[in-house]
């Protein structure tokens, strides 16, 4: 089980224990219809509850929220409700992917590669949450936004922070796998390529600690100077997020 390092959170904001007005994230879990239901609840499980108190802690939002598990459509942030809504079928259907990857021959079994792409994921959606909640100004586009905050988040808030990133990114690997070809729907997608996530990912990854993740990047990435970017750009989104959630923060 991944643990939360509150003392190590070097770049976030410290918890907001004062507020009169922060609202606790809500967790709501919906019946589990068949097995794979009831395996992708369990998945559920083992995570939602620390990255319940890492929302509250450390992004408060002005707004009751509800993250609903087993619902019909997602994963996304649906702002007419103020809910995260996250399929057990889009558990499922990552742990397949992982299954049939025989990612397990990385040294993370499919099951933990899941959580840890679950755990990117309501970070992701909950980054939306915060940025429409408390009206924070984004520039760029914001799928790039919170795909930054989600990675920075885990960085930075895990004993293992770079691990459960990197099954994220590699999630996003699998998932260009499935493009043969691109059209104009691709290019005009909020989010960007599967695969420009991948590598954004991992830039961050590497860049929050480049001796330690030094063998994800590519000597060719290395002869383009690509490995000082990535240092420069984690400092940058690190500093850029920390300044945003300070100047947002719930008073």
């Not at 079928?89 to 959580?115: C, H, M, P, S, W």
């Amino acid at each position: 089980m991944k643990q939360i390092l509150l003392a190590a959170m070097l770049v976030l904001v410290p918890a907001c224990f004062s507020c009169e007005v922060a609202a606790l994230t809500q967790l709501q879990f919906l019946p589990a219809e068949n097995l794979e239901d009831k395996q992708a609840r369990v998945i559920v499980e083992s995570v939602s509850e620390q990255m319940q108190i890492l929302f509250d802690e450390q992004l408060p939002i002005k707004q009751k929220l509800t993250i609903q598990f087993g619902a019909e459509e997602g994963p996304l942030f649906d702002p007419g409700k103020v809910q995260i809504l996250i399929p057990y079928q889009f558990i499922t259907e990552v742990l397949k992917r992982f299954e049939g990857d025989n990612y397990q021959q990385t040294g993370v079994t499919a099951v933990e590669a899941t959580q840890d792409a679950l755990m990117h994921t309501l970070a992701h959606e909950y980054g939306h949450a915060f940025i429409y909640s408390n009206q924070v100004i984004v520039l760029g586009k914001e799928e790039d936004a919170v795909d930054s905050l989600a990675t920075l988040l885990l960085l930075n808030s895990f004993d293992e922070g770079d691990e459960i990133a990197l099954s994220a990114a590699d999630l996003f690997a699998l998932e260009d796998e499935d493009i043969d070809n691109f059209d104009d729907d691709h290019f005009w997608d909020e989010h960007s390529l599967d695969a420009q996530r991948y590598f954004a990912t991992l830039c961050l990854i590497y860049g929050s600690d480049p001796e330690k993740n030094r063998e994800i990047i590519s000597k060719a990435q290395l002869e383009m100077e690509r490995d000082s970017y990535c240092e420069e750009e984690y400092l940058r989104q690190a500093e850029n997020w920390d300044r945003l959630k300070e100047l947002y923060r719930i008073k």
